[in-house]
């Protein structure tokens, strides 16, 4: 079991941005609409704007704000997925026999979004990326929590997820529309997360697990549950 608290938070998805998006999101949830909508980075260079995928627009997006008036931070980046449409495009060129861009490659490896932060925002703290499975927002909360015990003021963690190419769609299913959460967590008592066992099922939740903790926190629950596979976890609000 590990305690921590959440200082602040923001999330992006088409059509829901501010706080005051995801409180009427959260009264009566809805599937944004499909599209190219990215979010605003205004506070990055235009050429620094340009190297960017959606998929890093929306990490920047909702952690820029958490970062600003801080000292540096750790910084710990989920995805399941990753830059799926820039690896479905490299692909592409491969089978057409066109040349690789080393730009386009070297943005589509997995650490690319916490390299670009490190480097746009010039903080060498220590950073992680991982790639978990279903449950990939408890596995970044056990790695912020490692960072905060060993001293670290505060923790940011980011998870985040393109929609992938319809070429995947036989395969990924649990991505129903492009979004990202932010969260800055520090040392404390406010939450707790532990993890049990139980029957393996499937899951059948109607939103990501990252935006369904979202309305746990929009509609102050005091406690809510993710299993994946035979993984159950169980986020509990202290008095």
């Known amino acids: 079991m590990i305690h921590f ?5 923001r999330a992006w998805a088409p059509g829901l941005d501010s706080a005051d998006d995801w409180v009427r999101w959260s009264r009566s949830p809805w599937q944004p609409p499909a599209g190219d909508e990215q979010p605003d980075v ?5 050429m620094q704007r340009r190297r960017l995928s959606r998929l890093a627009r929306m990490a920047f997006h909702v952690a820029w704000p958490l970062a ?18 820039r690896t479905f495009a490299i692909l592409g060129e491969l089978a057409r026999g066109e040349p690789l861009s080393p730009t386009q490659f ?9 390299g670009l932060w490190s480097i746009l925002r010039g903080d060498t703290s220590e950073m992680t990326a991982i790639a978990a499975e279903g449950d990939g ?5 056990l790695e912020a929590a490692a960072l905060l015990a060993e001293g ?4 940011l963690l980011v998870i985040a997820e393109e929609q992938p190419p319809a070429a995947y769609a036989d395969w990924v299913d649990d991505v129903p529309f492009p979004y990202a959460v932010g969260l800055r967590l520090t040392a404390g008592r406010d939450w707790q997360l532990s993890c049990s066992s139980g029957a393996a099922t499937e899951s059948s939740a109607a939103w990501p697990h990252a935006l369904d903790f979202i309305l746990t926190l929009l509609r102050d629950a005091a ?6 596979k035979t993984r159950v976890w169980n986020w509990q609000r202290n008095p």
Do not use: K, M, Y
């Open 5 to 9: 608290n959440i200082d602040q938070w």
């Open 42 to 46: 205004g506070f990055l260079p235009a």
């Open 68 to 85: 600003e008036g801080q000292p540096p931070l750790p910084l710990v980046f989920a995805s399941r997925h990753g830059e799926t449409p």
């Open 106 to 114: 070297s943005l589509s490896v997995h650490n690319a979004i916490i």
């Open 137 to 141: 927002l408890e596995h970044a909360v």
């Open 152 to 155: 670290a003021p505060a923790v």
């Open 223 to 228: 406690q809510c549950q993710h299993q994946w």
